[in-house]
């Protein structure tokens, strides 16, 4: 059996866990993982070793390639329930259930441009009364009225 600290402890890593879901879809290469999640070869290999040693996932060895998977098969029920619970949770199928479906895409959040503010005024008030005329945007790189 599993001991329970050391399974949520690597399931505590959020990287880890980001491979631990893909590993939960079906089989795949760190080759794969690595496209998928955006992350270096290196860090995949060591996540994908530390859920091994929990016995979390299993490897498969095809020729010079190596696939790894969610260990579905195991002899802990604990991690079997496991395996399960995180698949529902993850709204994800295992793969004796079917096609998998996959959580949609996150799509980043990019900061909005600060509202430029009007000019202060100035120490004798020379803005006051003033209609305040505001001059288009141009972009940071507009090269072209810059003449030779």
Known sequence: MTAPLEVFRELGDATRLQ???VLLR??????????????SQPQVSYHLKKLREAGLAVEERDGRWVYYEANW????PHVRELL????????????????S???P??????????A???PPAGPSGENEGRPIIERPKRAD????????
């Open 19 to 21: 491979v631990f879901l």
């Open 26 to 39: 079906g089989r795949r290469n760190v080759s794969q993982i690595v496209l998928e999640l955006g992350l």
């Open 73 to 76: 098969e195991t002899g802990d």
């Open 84 to 99: 399960d619970l995180t698949a529902r949770w993850a709204e994800l199928a295992p793969p004796s259930a079917g096609p």
């Open 101 to 103: 479906v996959r959580p």
């Open 105 to 114: 895409a996150r799509t980043p959040v990019r900061p909005s441009r600060p």
């Open 116 to 118: 430029e503010k009007p």
């Open 141 to 148: 790189n507009d090269l072209d009225d810059f003449l030779l």
